[in-house]
């Protein structure tokens, strides 16, 4: 073994590719304060991002080999043998083989530093995304030994990673926004992935497409005629019947590759006010409950309890808890990614009435800012706090004039200031 190991590092570029995907790796588990801990699903789809830079860089290397083993003065060795494309699978593996095994490595380091112990997708789910992204790297090794096969090592560089490159925007329709299967949509989700979960059928389809287009490319023999290497008949079929499998696959699988979920949290403390958190979030929660308590205790000292609801939960992408005396908590974007939460962001979150549909439609009712900027500064104020910056006129508010605006935002109407 040791024996094989130092001739494949004598010979071959695709070995050698493991030492920059280190780097890689490293740079992307790090990127943006390791937002991601915590969450099975959205720690397995982050270090998706990572292969698509990997994977033509793979195409690439592969594509050397390949090229090397092909040229004049290599090639009688490669088509004298009773089994000719054993020799370019065996180098094929040696470039995503390592690859692979690195990939994996950093997803369970993940897992483990996250502390996923009952991630809300399910552990074969999980395991199952992990192993496309695997086969993906070896989807790309293969079309690099392909191209590689047909021209000199440093074309054949060229065109492996460039292929590559492109095949990451052609075959996943990076620019389609419509939802439909993309045979190389592998994750990169930047945003916490609670309330979804992987679609089974969509990643067996994965699975199946880019393992078995994988094999047609690697098994394509190449024969020499006239100085030309070309594929033969059986190369030129196993090739087309690739393409044809990519093209189609489209049409026949699942359009989603998640699901919604709607599982309401189940990690509640305290009462008056009872905060409810999801499992995964556990991490955040004596953080998120100090600055609500904080503000919830203000408020009662003060004398504004319309500002105290009953219950505060928090809410996913899927699941928003509704009813009389139930506040939707969502976590911004700094909790993850820099540990910080402010007694801003929670009053922001608690007082935004996100349930209302002109929220997300991007027109709100006239003088909705005005009414909501003055609540947040209200309750920052008797909180011992205050805003830096408001972009409309507000002003602070009484008891009643709290009660009456929160209750027309429960109704998802608006209560002008007077």
């Known amino acids: 073994m040791t024996a094989n190991v130092r001739y494949a590092l004598r010979t071959l570029v695709g070995p050698w590719l493991l030492l920059p995907a280190i780097g890689l790796e490293v740079a992307i588990f790090l990127m943006r304060g390791v937002p991601w801990r915590g969450e099975g699903l959205w720690t397995v789809d982050w270090f998706a991002i990572s292969l698509f830079l990997l994977g033509p860089l793979a195409a690439g290397a592969a594509a050397v080999d390949a090229a090397r083993l092909s040229r004049p003065g290599n090639i009688h060795l490669v088509v004298s043998v009773p089994r000719p494309e054993r020799v370019y699978l065996r180098t094929a593996l040696w470039c ?14 993940g897992i ?15 395991v199952g995304a992990a192993l496309v992204q695997c086969a993906a790297i070896l989807w790309f090794t293969a079309i690099g030994s392909a191209i590689g096969r047909f021209s000199t090592p440093l074309l054949a560089g060229i065109a492996g990673a460039g292929a590559g490159y492109v095949l990451n925007y052609v075959v996943s329709n990076a620019f389609d926004a419509e939802p439909r299967f993309r045979l190389l949509a592998l994750g990169g989700a930047t945003v916490t992935q609670l309330g979804r979960v992987y679609n089974p059928d969509y990643l067996s389809g994965q699975a199946v497409v880019l393992l078995a287009t994988a094999l047609l490319f690697l098994v394509v023999p190449v024969t020499m005629r006239s100085g030309w290497r070309r594929p033969t008949g059986v190369g030129a079929t196993a090739a087309a019947v690739a393409v044809v499998m990519i093209a189609v696959a489209p049409t026949v699988l699942p359009a989603n590759r998640k699901l919604a979920d709607a599982q309401p949290p189940t990690l509640c403390e305290g009462t008056g006010p009872q905060v ?17 308590r904080t503000l919830t205790q203000a408020a009662l000292r003060s004398g504004y309890p319309a500002y105290v609801p009953e219950r505060i939960v928090e809410q996913s992408q899927s699941y928003r808890a509704s009813g009389g005396g139930v506040r939707s908590l969502w976590l911004p974007a700094d909790i993850y990614e820099k540990g910080r939460y402010s007694i801003e962001d929670a009053a922001y979150f608690l007082i935004e009435p996100g349930h209302c549909e002109w929220m997300t439609g991007g027109l709100t009712p006239e003088g909705f800012w005005e009414v909501f900027f003055s609540l947040l500064d209200t309750w920052l104020h008797i909180a011992g706090d205050k805003l830096d910056y408001v972009p409309v006129e507000h002003r602070i508010l009484s008891p009643e004039e709290v009660r ?5 935002f429960e109704r998802c109407e608006v209560v002008p200031l007077t």
């Open 96 to 109: 995503a083989g390592p690859l692979i095994a690195l990939h994996l490595l950093v997803i369970v380091i």
């Open 112 to 126: 483990l530093i996250g502390e996923v112990w009952r991630p809300s997708t399910g552990w074969m789910a999980l």
């Open 276 to 292: 409810c958190m999801y499992d995964e979030h556990r991490r955040y929660a004596d953080l998120v409950n100090s600055r609500i």
């Open 404 to 408: 009456t605006a929160l209750a027309a």
